[in-house]
């Protein structure tokens, strides 16, 4: 075998290995970027699709990847003086019709997810803010060490539904 031919094969064998560790490296990265990009409220399906009980305590610290001092918790029919006036924050984005959670640290938002409904059928995922469905205060503040639910399994046409009330409120 010639010593030329060795040569090349061995630099063609470290290019190969070269990009390989590349690719590598880059899916790695994007992994790790789309899985810090998942709702909070997907983490927590995700995580209780794969346990039996239907019923659970769900703390939500356990589902965040960001620093937070305290949740807001709001529920439809809120409007944006609601926020003002139950949690102290001054929310600028349209609430109409909606329900779900924004994160604060140091009285800033650092997260925020809007929960979609389905008018024709239970929601998929839904966190109450007390645990009378019908109190006429659509909206609670809860600290993070307080961000505590409980959580139920609800079976809709064979698809699992998630509505999570409060531990102690």
């Given at each position: 075998?010639?010593?030329?031919?060795?040569?090349?094969?061995?630099?063609?064998?470290?290019?190969?290995?070269?990009?390989?560790?590349?690719?590598?490296?880059v899916l790695?990265?994007?992994?790790l970027f789309?899985?810090?990009?998942?709702?909070?409220?997907?983490?927590?399906?995700?995580?209780?699709?794969?346990?039996?009980?239907?019923?659970?305590?769900?703390?939500?610290?356990?589902?965040?990847?960001?620093?937070?001092?305290?949740?807001?918790?709001?529920?439809?029919?809120?409007?944006?003086?609601?926020?003002?006036?139950?949690?102290?924050?001054?929310?600028?984005?349209?609430?109409d019709l909606?329900?779900?959670?924004?994160?604060?640290?140091?009285?800033?938002?650092?997260?925020?997810?809007?929960?979609?409904?389905?008018?024709?059928?239970?929601?998929?995922?839904?966190?109450?803010?007390?645990?009378?469905?019908?109190?006429?205060?659509?909206?609670?503040?809860?600290?993070?060490?307080?961000?505590?639910?409980?959580?139920?399994?609800?079976?809709?046409?064979?698809?699992?539904?998630?509505?999570?009330?409060?531990?102690?409120?």
């Amino acid at each position: 075998m010639n010593k030329n031919n060795v040569i090349k094969k061995d630099g063609l064998f470290r290019k190969l290995a070269i990009a390989f560790l590349v690719f590598f490296f880059v899916l790695i990265i994007i992994i790790l970027f789309l899985s810090s990009k998942q709702k909070v409220s997907d983490k927590i399906v995700k995580y209780y699709n794969k346990i039996q009980d239907e019923t659970f305590e769900v703390k939500l610290s356990d589902f965040t990847n960001f620093d937070w001092d305290s949740v807001i918790i709001y529920a439809n029919p809120t409007i944006n003086k609601d926020l003002k006036e139950y949690a102290d924050l001054d929310y600028k984005k349209s609430l109409d019709l909606k329900s779900g959670m924004i994160f604060i640290k140091d009285n800033k938002i650092v997260y925020e997810e809007v929960f979609k409904s389905n008018y024709e059928e239970p929601d998929k995922f839904r966190i109450i803010p007390y645990q009378d469905v019908n109190y006429n205060i659509k909206v609670n503040k809860f600290k993070k060490e307080e961000a505590i639910f409980v959580g139920e399994k609800i079976n809709f046409n064979g698809e699992n539904r998630y509505i999570l009330k409060p531990l102690n409120y």
